[in-house]
């Protein structure tokens, strides 16, 4: 099997699909191979974000801790899901903890650095913002059901 760099991996994700190869290595210039154990943490709530994934292998639960009802799973991600935006907005802290559930093995892109390329090339910084703000809506929307499960969707509650 031949190793892949960063630049194929991102290339190959619905978040980067159709940008140019230069686009696609500028943004790989930021980014890494990372793996995770089960039960190792990705982030922790209120720490600095300073990073998002591409998963490539694994699952990882997002995680709140809640007085008095302990901790509580509030949605879980799998292969190819984009996980964390809390690196887009000021103060740049996690807003969940993030949780592996299994072996993870993902890009790890540096926020920052994102961000540094987006202030240099606001045409990709557009784009990016488009498709990151299309991601975050589909998370949205799948909260939205299962909060409508949750609570009984038939209006009785």
Request: charged share 25%; proline share 4%; aromatic share 8%.
């Amino acid at each position: 099997m031949a190793v892949r760099t960063i630049a194929q991996l991102l290339a190959e994700h619905q978040l980067l699909a159709g940008l140019d190869e230069a686009t696609v290595e500028f943004i790989a210039g930021c980014g890494r191979n990372a793996h995770f154990a089960a039960d190792e943490y990705l982030f922790r709530e209120n720490d600095p974000a300073d990073r998002f994934y591409i998963l490539r292998q694994g699952r990882v639960a997002l995680e709140a801790h809640v007085p008095g009802r302990g901790t509580l799973v509030i949605d879980t991600v799998g292969p190819d899901a984009l996980l964390g935006f809390s690196w887009l907005v000021p103060p740049y802290r996690w807003t969940w903890d993030g949780r592996a559930i299994e072996p993870v093995r993902a890009v790890e892109l540096d926020g920052a650095c994102i961000r540094a390329r987006c202030q240099e090339d606001p045409r990709l910084g557009f784009e990016l913002m488009q498709r990151l703000v299309a991601v975050v809506q589909g998370r949205l929307r799948s909260a939205r059901i299962r909060l409508l499960d949750l609570y009984g969707g038939d209006g009785a509650g």
